[in-house]
């Protein structure tokens, strides 16, 4: 029944499961999509340290996750792996956080020879997303082709309602995919998700993006004003 009653909302949202057995759906002439399949294995990790040049990656890459939006008709699509991720986290190039337990962690690897961890090993990164206008390959969950497509972004002023993101109308899809997780040698854990909202079989699956952003520091703040100018009264 729970099934059924899932099903009437999507009909009436105007939206439809992906074809194929894929996990998502298609609404207003989007598609969006979650993979989660398992972690690299030690072959496709010696790949990417090799693309990457970097001998340093997560304990647990999910390489094959993605989490993909879609404009059918265009091509144009929008995509989030682990791959891009990391990329944007080299190409930040942060330092070591400094920590007491630091270390501890210099060993972690080869307990009878110091590493020197020079690198973020937090795995930081300002990775918002990738796009590309399709072509006929999948190469969203993957190690990415030269030349992809990029789609030209404009600026402006427009910016998300807020108010009515949070109305309460049915939430038609959700998921969360782990692109990337290490758990530092015990002492914290660090990892890469990204969320669609959606339709989640447990309420609980549910956070309050203000309780984490009571948490953050402020990097970047902007206030402006309109001075409207009243005509007088002849």
Same mark, same amino acid.
């Given at each position: 029944?729970?099934?059924?009653?899932? #099903?009437?909302?999507?009909?009436?949202?105007?939206?439809?499961? =992906? %074809? #194929?057995?894929?996990?998502?759906?298609?609404?207003?002439?989007?598609?969006?999509?979650?993979?989660?399949?398992?972690?690299?294995?030690? =072959?496709?990790?010696?790949?990417?340290?090799?693309?990457?040049?970097? @001998?340093?990656? %997560?304990?647990?890459? !999910?390489?094959?996750?993605?989490?993909?939006?879609?404009?059918?008709?265009?091509?144009?699509?929008? !995509? !989030?792996?682990?791959? *891009?991720?990391? +990329?944007?986290?080299?190409?930040?190039?942060?330092? &070591?956080?400094?920590? /007491?337990?630091?270390?501890?962690?210099?060993?972690?690897?080869?307990?009878?020879?110091? +590493?020197?961890?020079?690198? *973020?090993?937090?795995? $930081?990164? &300002?990775?918002?997303?990738?796009?590309?206008?399709?072509?006929?390959?999948?190469?969203?969950?993957?190690?990415?082709?030269?030349?992809?497509?990029?789609?030209?972004?404009?600026?402006?002023?427009?910016?998300?309602?807020?108010?009515?993101?949070?109305?309460?109308? %049915?939430?038609?899809?959700?998921?969360?995919?782990?692109?990337?997780? #290490?758990? =530092?040698?015990?002492?914290?854990?660090?990892?890469?998700? +990204?969320?669609?909202?959606?339709?989640?079989?447990?309420?609980?699956?549910? @956070? #309050? %993006?203000?309780?984490?952003?009571?948490?953050? /520091?402020?990097?970047?703040?902007?206030?402006?004003? =309109?001075?409207? $100018?009243?005509?007088?009264?002849?």
């Amino acid at each position: 029944m729970e099934w059924e009653s899932d #099903d009437k909302e999507l009909k009436a949202a105007g939206a439809e499961p =992906l %074809p #194929d057995g894929r996990r998502g759906l298609c609404i207003h002439g989007w598609e969006i999509e979650s993979r989660k399949l398992s972690i690299l294995n030690s =072959l496709h990790l010696q790949r990417w340290e090799k693309e990457l040049q970097m @001998s340093h990656l %997560p304990e647990m890459v !999910f390489g094959d996750n993605c989490l993909v939006l879609k404009h059918v008709n265009s091509g144009t699509k929008f !995509f !989030f792996n682990a791959f *891009d991720a990391l +990329v944007g986290w080299k190409h930040e190039a942060l330092p &070591p956080v400094e920590v /007491p337990a630091a270390a501890k962690w210099k060993f972690r690897s080869k307990p009878l020879q110091e +590493v020197v961890l020079d690198y *973020d090993y937090t795995f $930081t990164t &300002p990775y918002c997303g990738s796009e590309t206008v399709e072509r006929n390959v999948e190469c969203e969950s993957a190690i990415p082709d030269e030349g992809s497509s990029c789609i030209p972004w404009e600026d402006c002023k427009e910016k998300i309602d807020l108010v009515a993101l949070a109305s309460k109308e %049915p939430i038609l899809f959700y998921d969360e995919i782990i692109l990337y997780e #290490d758990e =530092l040698a015990d002492n914290g854990i660090s990892f890469l998700t +990204v969320k669609v909202k959606g339709y989640p079989f447990d309420s609980a699956a549910y @956070s #309050d %993006p203000s309780i984490i952003a009571e948490r953050l /520091p402020i990097v970047m703040q902007k206030t402006q004003k =309109l001075n409207i $100018t009243v005509p007088c009264k002849q």
